[in-house]
Structure formats: structure tokens, C-alpha cells
């Protein structure tokens, strides 16, 4: 089912975009080249008429369909022009609106997608090689209006507007391998999303201003992604980047009779994703975020929250190897802050500074795969067994900013798999971290002065303090040395294991 949907959505995609999925240098290899392409999807491609008028190739009643693993679909193009222009490019025009269908079962029910396309005024130019053929893109407008149906009943009507489309599309067949190489740029996104009904349900709109998107990597065929472990092996690959500039939204929501209301704005977004034999690579994030959030189980007039940024970033290898690769992680909550009104609920006589709070979690390290993350077989067989060992860790970037205290670290590790005795299953680490904490005395008089930790808990957390840390440069300062050495755990030079 997954590799059904996979396979409609891309195909989807370039009809969307007025983009065939191959091509060559004459009319007929282009029509020929979408046919070729679309069977690699798993889909048929096929006309009611194809006929050559002059130095233009005419199909008519062109028609979309497959049916793999209980996904279907079923679109269709009255007319697709192919002309030569007489200088090895070819000129497409085709009937300004489509539709395609799409079929899917989803846990025992059937879920219906109609979706009617119009792109008025598309140019798309094919050019290049038989092997390595280029297209370059451009559409005043793409206009979609999608429904979603389950089982009959209408979930959600979807109403999308893309102006000032402009792009490349290569695709290069010189092997067994198709090779795909894409970039897209779309000045304005507006979408309207309406779910449900008068009394429970949603309204979605919003808008999304100069879109990038860019892509590429190495399609092996619908057949292939039957084992994604050894397609991984045998080249398969696929790099998405996706950039976005100011952005506003609204979101209104009913809940049984109850509504309740989402307004958000963002400065600039973006989202990446590659896959490969090498690693799987994936990330998000915005900047300039704010929010407001009203509602009548809200007991305030109104929640504001907002961030300079938010992201999250990680890699992490997918084939086993005799030696260890690379990994990452990184997280960063930057400059948080909500209203006063959430701030009064624990904090009313303002005990607290209510400064921005910041989290900055930026980690990399070596780990071995023993089995492949993508083989369900090889998975399944370790049961509550470690698909790999852990070789190395790096913090180099450990930042907590909250209410007036500061955490500061940074520090790595390496890790002895021989050995998962010493530290109760864990591989013995060698290394060390230092962390400064500034303000934390503070923190923790506020809060006990608050009634939030009671007296003789806190007296416990300073005992504990005291052990692993050490006064520092400034007043209210603490630092900590730990380190890993000799089979033991020190805190600044004392040993504790």
C-alpha cells in the first residue's frame, strides 16, 4: 500500500506541475518517454488517438491508470500537444484543466481523493538528448481543488492557489537507473482546508510566499522498493529541500458546538530529507514565530506563545558496515516565550524573570549498524536486541536558558563494546564533560520561596550540587568537570564510581 501511494504521489506531482517524467528530442519519443516513465511508477499510459499534424504530435483522450497493492487511480487529459520546434526542442501544451482520481484502502476502510487541476497558460520546453533530456517550466497559475472522501462520507474539501511557477526538470536515462534533477520556485502559496461539519470540524487557511523547492537522486523502479534495504544498496537515493519565506495562517476549530481559533504567522521556514545508502538525513524549522490561540475551554482571553526559532536536524546511517559512520542530532528552541497570563498561573507575584527561554541540544557521533534498519526481517530477529554498538559522542553544543539560570556543556565520550559489565550494560565510556551553571542558587531560592519544591527537597538537590560541582568565576556560578577514565566516573577529579 505505502509503495502504491509513494508511486502515485510522484506521478501525481509532475502532472500537477505540467512536467513529464520523460522525454526526448521528437514528439513521439516525448509521448513515448511518458509512457516509458509512467510504467516505472507502476501506472498505464494511454490515448484514445495519437496523430501526427505537421510538426506537431496530437494525443487525445489521454488516460491515467494503475492498480497495485488495492490503490488506484484514474486521471485523464483531453489533449496533450507536442510540437517540434524545429531546433532538437519540443513545445507541450495540453487542455488547461484535468482530473485524476485516486482509490486507497486505509485499515479496512476506502478512502476516495478527487482532485480537478487548472494551470492556464503553462509553457514547458523539452530539450537536451536522448539520454539526458531537459525541461524548463513556467505557469502564471496551478489551481486544485482536492475532496477527500472515507467510505463515501466527505472528511475534507482542499482549495489551493500557486502563482508565479518557474522551473527545471532533467532526467537523465543513460543507465538502468533513473536519474532525477529538479528545482522549483513559486511565489505565492493560498490554501483553504475545510473539515467536518457545523459542530465538529475544521477551517484552515493560509498563505506561504517565495517557495523553493529542489530535488534529485536515482529511481530504481516500483519493483525495486519491494526490499528498501537492498535498493539502498543498489543505488536508490533521494535528496528534497524545500524553503518558504513569510507565511500567515488560521485555524478554526469546532468541538462539539465549542470553537476555538489559531492565528500564526512564521518569517521564513524550510525541510529537508535524503536518503541513501550512506545515511538518512532529515530536518525542519522556522523562524519568527508567533501565535495566539483563543477559545472557550482557554481560561484567558487569549494564549500568545512565540519563538525566534525552532529546528531539529538528525542523521543517522541505515546499512550495516564493518565500521562505525556518522551520526547526528541537533535541536534549538530559541528566544521561547509566552504571555503573562501563563506566567501568573504558577508565578503570580513575578518571582520568576520571564525572559526568553532557549533549549540547544547539538550532538554527533560515531555508531556500527549490525543489521539494516530497513530490513523488517533482520529487525524482527534481533527482538529487544540494539541494531548497532555506539562508538563515540560528542555534545558540542548543551545550552538551557530559563527564568534567570543558564546551563552551559559541552564534552564527548567514547565508548569500549567489549565491555557492557563496569556500567551495567552500558559500553564503558572514556571521556569527559564540563558544564557552568550560572543563576542556579537563584533559580532554586525562587522556587522554594514560591512553595514550588518544598524546603527539605531543595536542601537535597544542593547536597547532590555539591558533589559534582564546584564554585566558579562569578557569584552564583558552579562548575563541573565529569569524566570517565579508568573504568570509574569522577566529578571534578573525585571519584564517585
Request: hydrophobic share 40%; glycine share 12%; proline share 4%.
Amino acid at each position: 500500500m505505502k509503495r502504491a501511494t509513494c508511486a502515485t504521489s510522484s506521478f501525481f506531482l509532475s502532472v500537477l506541475l505540467g512536467l513529464p517524467v520523460a522525454a526526448q528530442v521528437t514528439p513521439e519519443e516525448v509521448w513515448q518517454g511518458w509512457q516509458k516513465m509512467g510504467a516505472t511508477y507502476g501506472q498505464a499510459i494511454v490515448a484514445d488517438q495519437v496523430v501526427r499534424s505537421g510538426d506537431t504530435l496530437v494525443v487525445s483522450g489521454m488516460k491515467i491508470s494503475m492498480d497495485q497493492d488495492g490503490a488506484k487511480i484514474d486521471g485523464g487529459i483531453d489533449e496533450v500537444r507536442f510540437k517540434d520546434l524545429g531546433n532538437g526542442t519540443v513545445e507541450v501544451t495540453m487542455t488547461d484543466t484535468y482530473t485524476i482520481d485516486m482509490t486507497m484502502p486505509e485499515s479496512g476502510k476506502t478512502q476516495d481523493i478527487n482532485l480537478k487541476l487548472t494551470q492556464p497558460g503553462v509553457s514547458l520546453i523539452a530539450g537536451g538528448s536522448a539520454t539526458r533530456t531537459e525541461y524548463t517550466y513556467s505557469a502564471p497559475s496551478v489551481l486544485m481543488d482536492m475532496q477527500i472522501s472515507e467510505d463515501g462520507a466527505v472528511l475534507a474539501n482542499v482549495a489551493s492557489a500557486l502563482t508565479g511557477l518557474a522551473g527545471t526538470y532533467t532526467l537523465d536515462t543513460k543507465t538502468a537507473q533513473s536519474m532525477l534533477d529538479s528545482a522549483l520556485s513559486i511565489d505565492t502559496l493560498d490554501f483553504t482546508i475545510v473539515a467536518g461539519d457545523a459542530a465538529d470540524g475544521a477551517n484552515i487557511t493560509g498563505t506561504l510566499g517565495a517557495l523553493k523547492m529542489g530535488s534529485n537522486g536515482t529511481f530504481l523502479g516500483v519493483a525495486a522498493m519491494e526490499n528498501m534495504s537492498q535498493a539502498l544498496r543498489d543505488g536508490f537515493a533521494a535528496d528534497v529541500d524545500l524553503s518558504y519565506g513569510q507565511g500567515n495562517f488560521t485555524i478554526d476549530v469546532r468541538d462539539s458546538g465549542k470553537e476555538s481559533k489559531i492565528v500564526a504567522s512564521n518569517a521564513t521556514g524550510h525541510f529537508r530529507a535524503n536518503m541513501g545508502a550512506e545515511a538518512l538525513r532529515y530536518g525542519a524549522g522556522g523562524t519568527g514565530v508567533e501565535m495566539v490561540v483563543t477559545g472557550a475551554d482557554i481560561p484567558f482571553p487569549e494564549v500568545r506563545l512565540s519563538y525566534g526559532e525552532a529546528s531539529f536536524d538528525f542523521l543517522m546511517p541505515l546499512v550495516a558496515s564493518d565500521q562505525p559512520t556518522d551520526f547526528t542530532f541537533l535541536t534549538r528552541i530559541v528566544d521561547l516565550a509566552v504571555s503573562d497570563d501563563i506566567w501568573t498561573m504558577f508565578d503570580p507575584t513575578v518571582a520568576l524573570p520571564r525572559d526568553p527561554a532557549t533549549l540547544v541540544i547539538d550532538t554527533k557521533g560515531k555508531v556500527r549498524l549490525t543489521a539494516d534498519l530497513m530490513d523488517e526481517a533482520a529487525m524482527a530477529s534481533l527482538d529487544d536486541g540494539a541494531p548497532g554498538e555506539i562508538h563515540a559522542l560528542d555534545v558540542t553544543d548543551l545550552t538551557l536558558k530559563f527564568a534567570g539560570a543558564e546551563l552551559k556543556g559541552t564534552g564527548g565520550v567514547t565508548f569500549d563494546n567489549s565491555d557492557t559489565i563496569t556500567f551495567d550494560g552500558v559500553p564503558a565510556p572514556t571521556g569527559r564533560f564540563d558544564l557552568e551553571i550560572k543563576g542556579g542558587n537563584g533559580l532554586l531560592d525562587k522556587l522554594v520561596a514560591m512553595g514550588v519544591i518544598p524546603a527539605d527537597q531543595a536542601m537535597g538537590a544542593r547536597m547532590m550540587i555539591a558533589m559534582f560541582a564546584k564554585p566558579g568565576s562569578g557569584p552564583d556560578v558552579l562548575n563541573s568537570s565529569l569524566e570517565f577514565r579508568d573504568k570509574g566516573f569522577f566529578a571534578n577529579g573525585q571519584r564517585l564510581k
